[in-house]
C-alpha cells in the first residue's frame, strides 16, 4: 500500500471516529433533553390530574395530549398489593379523552405497577394499542397519592395515578436527526476523502519529484534543484546535494587517479616491448633466453592492452561518442571480415539492408567485436550477427554455441575486472574489462545491453539502440 493511500485512509478513519463520536454525543444530549422536558411535563399534569380528581372526581378535563387514568383504592384496603389491584378490588375514576377505553394501567406491566406501590412513584415507558390498531409509545408517570376524591365522601382516599404523554414527537425528531446527521456525514467523510487524497498528493508531490530525480542519477550526477521554502523536502533535497558533492568528488578523485596511473604504466610497457623487440631481432639468444623473451614480450603486450582499456575506461564518463545514422549492415560485415580470416568456425550475418541506428560508427563496431572476441574465446564453432527491427529501435545480436555461461555469474558480467573463471579467462588473454567497456559505450549511446546464456549451449548478447532514418544523400550542384 502506497503511503498516499496509507495516510488518506488514517485520515478517513480518524474523521469517521470523530463524526460518530460527536454524531453520538449531541444524539444523547438531545434526548436526554426532550425526556427530561417530557418529565417535567408529566409532572405538572399530574398536579393538574390531582386537582381534578379533588375538585370533579374525573379525570375528563385533562387536555387532549394527556393519557390519565386513576384507581381509587377502597378505604378498607390499607396496603393494596398488585393482587388487590389487578383483581379489580380498585374502582376507575373517569379517565381523560385520550384514555378512554384504553387499559386503566396506561398497559404498565406488573412489575411497574409493584414498583409504584412500593417507592410511590416513577417514570416509565410502555406501549398503547388504539382501536384503529395504532401504536402509540408512551411516557408514564405512575405514583399513589392520597386525596380528597370529589363524589366520595370519606374524606382523604388512596389513589393511584397514571399520566401519560405520547413520545412520538420526540422519537420523530431524533429519528429526523439521526437520518440527516448520516447523510450529512457520509457527504462530509466523501468530500474528506477526496480532500485528503489531493492534499496528500500535493504534499508528497516533491517527494516523488526527489525520487525521481535521484533515480536519475548516474555516474556522474548533476545536482537537483534547490527547493524554495524551509520545508522538510528542501532540506532533504539539499542533504542529497551535499551527499552528490561529495560523491562527484571522490569520482573525480577515482578518475583521476585511473587516468593517471594508465598514463604512467604505458611508457615504461612501452619501452619494455621496444627493448624486447630490439632484443629478439638484433641479438644471439640461446634457445632459453629467447623462451623467457618471449614471455617477457607476450606479458607486456597483455599489460599494453590493460593499460589501453584502464585509459579507455577512466574516459568513458565523458565518451565522446559523435552519433550519426550507422549502417548496422555495414558494421557486422565489417567485423564479419575481420575475424573470419583467423577463427576457424562460421560467422553468419543476418541483417536487413534498410536499417541505421543512431550511434558512432567506430564504438559500436568496438562492441561488436568485443562480443565476437568474447564468442571465439568461450569455443564458439558458430557465431550470428543478427540486426532486429523493433520500430522505434533496433536490437543487435551476437549468438554463439560455446560453452554459456552460469546463471550466477550473469548479473555481474558487465563489472570492471569481473571473469567467470579468473584463471582460466587470464590464460585466455582477458583482463575482464571488454565488457565493462562495452556497457559505458551503450549507456552514452542511451542505449542498453543484456545477455542470455545457458551454460553448454551457448550465449547472446544483445545492444538495443535508437533507430535513426537513412542519411539524406546530398544533392549535386
Ligand atoms: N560469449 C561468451 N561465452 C562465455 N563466456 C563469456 C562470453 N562473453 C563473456 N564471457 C565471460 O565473461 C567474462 C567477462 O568478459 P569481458 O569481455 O568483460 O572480459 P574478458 O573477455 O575476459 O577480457 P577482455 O575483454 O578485457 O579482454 C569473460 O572472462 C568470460 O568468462
Ligand atoms: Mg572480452
Redesign the pocket.
Same mark, same amino acid.
Given at each position: 500500500m502506497t503511503l498516499r493511500t496509507r495516510i488518506t485512509l488514517l485520515t478517513l478513519a480518524l474523521l469517521a471516529f470523530s463524526l460518530l463520536l460527536i454524531g453520538a454525543s449531541v444524539y444523547g444530549t438531545l434526548r436526554g433533553t426532550h425526556y427530561n422536558s417530557l418529565n417535567n411535563d408529566l409532572q405538572s399534569s399530574s398536579q393538574t390530574a390531582i386537582s381534578l380528581i379533588k375538585d370533579k372526581g374525573s379525570l375528563a378535563d385533562l387536555p387532549s395530549t394527556v393519557y390519565g387514568t386513576a384507581l381509587l383504592i377502597p378505604p378498607t384496603i390499607a396496603s393494596p398489593t398488585v393482587d388487590d389491584i389487578m383483581g379489580g378490588a380498585a374502582f376507575l375514576i373517569p379517565p381523560s379523552l385520550a384514555a378512554s377505553n384504553q387499559n386503566p394501567l396506561l398497559g404498565l406491566s406488573e412489575k411497574a405497577l409493584n414498583a409504584v406501590l412500593q417507592s410511590g412513584g416513577i417514570y416509565t415507558s410502555t406501549h398503547l394499542v388504539q382501536s384503529d390498531g395504532h401504536e402509540v409509545p408512551l411516557r408514564v408517570r405512575a405514583e399513589r397519592v392520597i386525596t380528597e376524591v370529589a363524589g366520595f365522601p370519606l374524606g382523604l382516599s388512596q389513589v393511584i395515578l397514571f399520566v401519560g404523554k405520547s413520545v412520538e414527537p420526540i422519537e420523530v425528531l431524533l429519528r429526523d436527526f439521526a437520518q440527516i446527521y448520516t447523510a450529512t456525514a457520509m457527504l462530509v467523510l466523501l468530500f474528506g476523502g477526496l480532500l485528503a487524497y489531493r492534499l496528500v498528493r500535493r504534499t508528497l508531490e516533491p517527494l516523488e519529484w526527489v525520487a525521481k530525480k535521484a533515480e536519475q542519477v548516474s555516474d556522474k550526477p548533476d545536482k537537483l534543484p534547490e527547493l524554495e521554502g524551509n520545508n522538510e523536502v528542501a532540506s532533504l533535497v539539499r542533504s542529497l546535494n551535499r551527499m552528490l558533492t561529495r560523491l562527484e568528488t571522490s569520482w573525480e578523485t577515482q578518475t583521476r587517479f585511473l587516468l593517471d596511473a594508465s598514463h604512467e604504466l604505458r611508457t615504461p610497457v612501452t619501452a619494455i616491448l621496444g627493448h624486447v623487440g630490439y632484443l629478439m631481432r638484433r641479438t644471439q639468444l640461446t634457445p632459453q633466453q629467447r623462451e623467457s623473451l618471449e614471455v617477457v614480450g607476450r606479458e607486456s603486450e597483455r599489460m599494453r592492452?590493460?593499460v589501453g582499456?584502464l585509459l579507455e575506461l577512466s574516459q568513458s564518463g565523458g565518451w565522446r561518442v559523435e552519433l550519426g545514422s550507422v549502417h548496422l549492415a555495414t558494421v557486422l560485415y565489417e567485423i564479419e571480415e575481420e575475424y573470419g580470416r583467423s577463427f576457424e568456425g562460421k560467422i553468419e550475418v543476418e541483417a536487413p539492408d534498410n536499417i541505421w541506428a543512431l550511434g558512432d560508427p567506430e564504438r559500436l563496431h568496438q562492441v561488436v567485436a568485443?562480443?565476437v572476441?568474447?564468442?571465439i574465446?568461450?569455443g564458439?564453432t558458430r557465431i550470428r550477427l543478427v540486426v532486429r527491427d523493433l520500430s522505434e529501435r533496433v536490437v543487435i545480436r551476437v549468438e =554463439?554455441n %560455446?560453452?554459456?555461461?552460469p546463471a550466477e555469474?550473469l548479473p555481474h558480467?558487465?563489472e570492471r575486472f569481473?571473469?567467470? =573463471?579468473k584463471a582460466? =579467462?587470464r590464460e585466455? %588473454? %582477458?583482463?575482464?574489462? %571488454?565488457?565493462?567497456?562495452?556497457r559505458s559505450i551503450v549507456e552514452a549511446h542511451g542505449g542498453s545491453v543484456w545477455?542470455e546464456?545457458e551454460p553448454g549451449k551457448?550465449?547472446v548478447?544483445s545492444v538495443s539502440l535508437k533507430r535513426a532514418t537513412a542519411p539524406q544523400p546530398e544533392l549535386a550542384g
Amino acid at each position: 500500500m502506497t503511503l498516499r493511500t496509507r495516510i488518506t485512509l488514517l485520515t478517513l478513519a480518524l474523521l469517521a471516529f470523530s463524526l460518530l463520536l460527536i454524531g453520538a454525543s449531541v444524539y444523547g444530549t438531545l434526548r436526554g433533553t426532550h425526556y427530561n422536558s417530557l418529565n417535567n411535563d408529566l409532572q405538572s399534569s399530574s398536579q393538574t390530574a390531582i386537582s381534578l380528581i379533588k375538585d370533579k372526581g374525573s379525570l375528563a378535563d385533562l387536555p387532549s395530549t394527556v393519557y390519565g387514568t386513576a384507581l381509587l383504592i377502597p378505604p378498607t384496603i390499607a396496603s393494596p398489593t398488585v393482587d388487590d389491584i389487578m383483581g379489580g378490588a380498585a374502582f376507575l375514576i373517569p379517565p381523560s379523552l385520550a384514555a378512554s377505553n384504553q387499559n386503566p394501567l396506561l398497559g404498565l406491566s406488573e412489575k411497574a405497577l409493584n414498583a409504584v406501590l412500593q417507592s410511590g412513584g416513577i417514570y416509565t415507558s410502555t406501549h398503547l394499542v388504539q382501536s384503529d390498531g395504532h401504536e402509540v409509545p408512551l411516557r408514564v408517570r405512575a405514583e399513589r397519592v392520597i386525596t380528597e376524591v370529589a363524589g366520595f365522601p370519606l374524606g382523604l382516599s388512596q389513589v393511584i395515578l397514571f399520566v401519560g404523554k405520547s413520545v412520538e414527537p420526540i422519537e420523530v425528531l431524533l429519528r429526523d436527526f439521526a437520518q440527516i446527521y448520516t447523510a450529512t456525514a457520509m457527504l462530509v467523510l466523501l468530500f474528506g476523502g477526496l480532500l485528503a487524497y489531493r492534499l496528500v498528493r500535493r504534499t508528497l508531490e516533491p517527494l516523488e519529484w526527489v525520487a525521481k530525480k535521484a533515480e536519475q542519477v548516474s555516474d556522474k550526477p548533476d545536482k537537483l534543484p534547490e527547493l524554495e521554502g524551509n520545508n522538510e523536502v528542501a532540506s532533504l533535497v539539499r542533504s542529497l546535494n551535499r551527499m552528490l558533492t561529495r560523491l562527484e568528488t571522490s569520482w573525480e578523485t577515482q578518475t583521476r587517479f585511473l587516468l593517471d596511473a594508465s598514463h604512467e604504466l604505458r611508457t615504461p610497457v612501452t619501452a619494455i616491448l621496444g627493448h624486447v623487440g630490439y632484443l629478439m631481432r638484433r641479438t644471439q639468444l640461446t634457445p632459453q633466453q629467447r623462451e623467457s623473451l618471449e614471455v617477457v614480450g607476450r606479458e607486456s603486450e597483455r599489460m599494453r592492452k590493460l593499460v589501453g582499456d584502464l585509459l579507455e575506461l577512466s574516459q568513458s564518463g565523458g565518451w565522446r561518442v559523435e552519433l550519426g545514422s550507422v549502417h548496422l549492415a555495414t558494421v557486422l560485415y565489417e567485423i564479419e571480415e575481420e575475424y573470419g580470416r583467423s577463427f576457424e568456425g562460421k560467422i553468419e550475418v543476418e541483417a536487413p539492408d534498410n536499417i541505421w541506428a543512431l550511434g558512432d560508427p567506430e564504438r559500436l563496431h568496438q562492441v561488436v567485436a568485443n562480443f565476437v572476441s568474447n564468442a571465439i574465446k568461450a569455443g564458439s564453432t558458430r557465431i550470428r550477427l543478427v540486426v532486429r527491427d523493433l520500430s522505434e529501435r533496433v536490437v543487435i545480436r551476437v549468438e =554463439d554455441n %560455446g560453452e554459456g555461461i552460469p546463471a550466477e555469474h550473469l548479473p555481474h558480467l558487465f563489472e570492471r575486472f569481473y571473469r567467470v =573463471d579468473k584463471a582460466r =579467462d587470464r590464460e585466455r %588473454g %582477458g583482463s575482464g574489462l %571488454g565488457l565493462a567497456i562495452v556497457r559505458s559505450i551503450v549507456e552514452a549511446h542511451g542505449g542498453s545491453v543484456w545477455v542470455e546464456s545457458e551454460p553448454g549451449k551457448g550465449s547472446v548478447f544483445s545492444v538495443s539502440l535508437k533507430r535513426a532514418t537513412a542519411p539524406q544523400p546530398e544533392l549535386a550542384g
